[in-house]
């Protein structure tokens, strides 16, 4: 039996080039190009995130807990799903005002209760010890742990290979 090949036709638009192999400098090209596009998208989210919660904020339904809604005059489906409202949440964090506590406490003669010691390394006395002969050059080294990382960093001015 003999098998028919038919060529695949892609679509391209009027003047696009021809596909091919990607080499590093074009997925650079796409890699820069989506970051900085990534960035912009990301600048204008925020702005119409700000927009948008303060029309929540100005026009919005107070809940029992102080947090804002807004319903939407349509629902907005995006990615498979329905968004019918907005909320402003109200979230409220309780903290205790250590400047406050300390002179509180202090005028009535019980900050020393609150009060601890703690105890923390110090490396910097290394060093010292070194210096003093009580600990010698290949203790302290023995001491010392190294790590290695890397970073993508994409420059604008050629660099040769040495």
């Known amino acids: 039996m003999a098998v028919k090949t038919v060529a695949r036709k892609t ?3 009027p003047g ?3 596909p091919g192999p990607k080499t590093v400098e074009s997925q650079f090209a796409e890699f820069q190009t ?7 998208i990301a600048k204008r989210q925020k702005q119409l995130r700000d927009a948008l919660d303060a029309e929540v904020k100005a026009a919005g339904i107070v809940d029992e807990k102080g947090s804002l809604y807004l319903a939407l005059k349509r ?5 498979g799903k329905v968004f019918r409202t907005l909320k402003s949440e109200r979230r409220v964090s309780v903290r205790l005002d250590e400047t406050a506590a300390e002179e509180l406490l202090a005028e009535k003669g019980l900050l020393e209760r609150a009060q601890k010691t703690v105890v923390v390394f ?3 006395v290394l060093y010292v010890l070194n210096q ?3 600990l010698s050059d290949d203790e302290l080294d023995g001491l010392m742990v190294s790590s290695e990382s890397w970073a ?3 420059l604008t001015e050629e660099v040769e290979a040495e």
């Open 16 to 18: 696009e080039p021809k």
């Open 34 to 40: 989506l970051k900085n596009e990534g960035e912009l």
């Open 132 to 134: 003093e002969g009580l």
């Open 122 to 124: 110090d490396p910097d």
């Open 152 to 154: 993508f960093k994409p």
């Open 75 to 79: 629902p907005i489906e995006i990615a």
């Open 11 to 13: 679509t391209r638009k």
